[in-house]
Nanobody, 125 residues
């Protein structure tokens, strides 16, 4: 059974940086699509970034382009989200998600079968 465990959240001032980590286990991830979603209070869950494990092709939400970077480590089975120039509107619970195929509809949360428990990111102004 695939398991995803996030870490790295916390409190940071606006303009600061954080790196989220997602430890993936229980599967062979070569064909997986991995993603980071976030959900702020009172808002719907939204895609932040996604990556194809096989070739590293990435997709970003417009709101984070140029500030966030998603990457993966094939040896450690880890997925990372480097977040720079953080803004208060980035405050949310961030979730790692996975699906065992190359997704076309990156941004549709229902397409992802596996989810982590989430990690809180709070950006103060």
């Amino acid at each position: 059974q695939v398991q995803l465990v996030e870490s790295g959240g916390g409190l940071v001032q606006a303009g600061g940086s954080l790196r989220l980590s997602c430890a993936a286990s229980g599967g062979t991830f070569g064909s997986f699509t991995m993603a980071w979603f976030r959900q702020a209070p009172g808002k719907e869950r939204e895609l932040v970034a996604a990556i194809y494990w096989s070739d590293g092709n990435t997709y970003y939400a417009d709101s984070v382009k140029g500030r966030f970077t998603i990457s993966r480590d094939n040896v450690k089975n880890m997925v990372y989200l480097q977040m720079n120039s953080l803004k208060p509107e980035d405050t949310a619970v961030y979730y790692c998600a996975a699906q065992a195929r190359r997704l076309i509809l990156w941004a549709t949360s229902d397409e992802y079968r596996y989810w982590g428990q989430g990690t809180q990111v709070t950006v103060s102004s």
